[in-house]
């Protein structure tokens, strides 16, 4: 048991290393160059699309990915007595984490976003990372580990990773087809995001173990 431990906690490691290290390069990438050809390649193709109807629909999806439905997700699994201490607990200071995390990144590279021309919805701030894309693979990433962890019903814990999986990914690109986003800030969310998640995946199965040995 204790080699498994160990063995996963390596991988976990080095998981860690490599999304910080995709992070590094691509926050060098964008300090050094003002355009990227790959940034102006993916809006360009995404703007293309723009549609009265995929507007609304787009829109919808990067407000799963607001505070205000943070906020009640996470208020719902703090307030219900059979998430609480397993599931609502883990999920608010993670996600909690993950908000400072991305705010001092975003203080620290200070990227502009899009021109306002480009864009659909308002949005303040700097643009990368993408707060939207860092949070959501941490809190829905959160939500799958917990739901494989906890849900004794396998076929509603695989339906429910394959459907978060699939609102992390859409609530990124939908960042940058409302044109509040370069490709890269969506990236470079997604890298350090999968550093956080991991981390706390860490720290929450040291936790768990010692409440165990108690």
């Not at 990372?129 to 814990?157: D, E, K």
Request: glycine fraction near 8%; proline fraction near 3%.
């Amino acid at each position: 048991m204790e080699r498994i431990d160990r063995e996963k906690f390596i991988l976990r490691s080095i998981i860690i290393g490599g999304a910080l290290i995709c992070f590094a390069y691509i926050a060098y990438t964008i300090s050094s160059y003002d355009v990227l050809t790959f940034d102006i390649v993916i809006r360009e193709w995404a703007y293309a699309q723009r549609s009265p109807v995929l507007n609304k629909i787009l829109i919808g999806i990067t407000y799963l990915g607001n505070w205000q439905t943070i906020v009640t997700l996470g208020f719902v699994l703090l307030v219900h007595p059979g998430t609480r201490q397993k599931i609502g607990l883990p999920f608010a200071i993670t996600a909690a984490s993950s908000t400072i995390i991305y705010k001092v990144a975003k203080s620290i590279f200070q990227r502009p976003r899009p021109d306002l021309s480009v864009r659909i919805i308002k949005e303040g701030g700097y643009s990368f990372p993408s707060g939207h894309s860092m949070n959501c693979i941490v809190i829905y990433g959160i939500l799958i580990y917990l739901t494989r962890r906890y849900c004794r019903n396998r076929m509603a814990a695989n339906l429910i990773t394959v459907l978060l999986s699939l609102l992390i990914v859409a609530i990124g690109c939908s960042r940058v087809y409302v044109g509040v986003h370069y490709p890269t800030d969506i990236l470079g969310g997604w890298s350090l995001g999968i550093a956080v998640l991991t981390a706390a995946i860490i720290i929450i199965e040291q936790i768990r173990g010692r409440e165990y040995d108690n």
